[in-house]
């Protein structure tokens, strides 16, 4: 569990606990059952990671509600977006392994992460993931709940594919951007998971074979 789900699971039973001494448990009970949902709402289930060449993972569990094309940086890049309901796990994670480049957060509304104009519009955290071929960007946005964003690493630092950076708190969107010859493997209406869905393969460089000269391979025979 993340623990900020202690943290409001406590501060309801202790408000639980006032209501109760004040008045009576009946009046108590909606307060315990909020705190009950603060502890559901923080859960942090391990997942399989996919150690798959190219594999570009989802950052969050939720819904795909768009896959498309868009121009960011001046570069065509493929854009998958979740949305994260109020039931999914919030937690984000990842999409490749590599370096972080670039974190920005940028101030913006609070408009329904559904929502054509969210991407654009909405609070956000946008980072850049430097694997060892392709350059992945990934956006924790801000929905119409959710006032906060989480995001626990700096530039420079190491992620591994799948692992743990952040949370969204409540009802939020990420997008998810990466090059367009990638080959995507879900489609709006999809449902997926994060750390464990596969989004798409970027090609795989493979290393080019150093040719052996005969005067090597006999030095080496000799040896």
């Known amino acids: 569990m993340v623990r900020d789900g202690y943290f409001y699971g406590a501060g309801c039973l202790l408000a639980a ?5 004040l008045t009576a448990w009946s009046y108590a009970v909606p307060v315990l059952l909020l705190g009950a949902f603060f ?3 923080f859960r942090d289930p391990e997942r399989q990671i996919p150690t798959l060449p190219g594999a570009v993972v989802s950052p969050g569990d939720g819904k795909v509600t768009d896959v498309s094309l ?3 940086g001046g570069i065509p890049r493929n854009r998958i977006s979740i949305f994260l309901s109020v039931f999914d796990v919030h937690v984000n994670r990842s ?18 992460a559904m929502g054509a104009h969210s991407a ?3 609070e956000q955290n946008i980072v850049t993931v430097e694997g060892e071929d392709r350059t992945v960007i990934f956006k924790q946005i801000a929905g119409l709940i959710a006032r906060r964003i989480v995001f626990d690493f700096k530039v420079g630092d190491r992620v591994a594919c799948g692992e743990r950076v952040g949370l969204i708190k409540f009802g939020s969107r990420v997008d998810v951007l990466f090059d367009r010859d990638a080959a995507i493997q879900v489609k709006p209406g999809d449902h997926v998971k994060g750390g464990a869905t596969v989004l798409a393969f970027l090609p795989v460089t493979k290393p080019v074979a150093q040719p052996v000269h005969a005067g090597a391979a006999g030095e080496r025979e000799a040896r």
């Open 17 to 21: 606990v006032i209501i109760a001494w």
């Open 39 to 41: 502890l559901w709402f």
């Open 70 to 72: 868009v121009t960011s």
């Open 95 to 112: 999409p490749i392994a590599g370096v972080i480049r670039d974190v920005r957060y940028r101030r913006g509304k609070f408009h329904n």
């Open 120 to 122: 654009e519009e909405n």
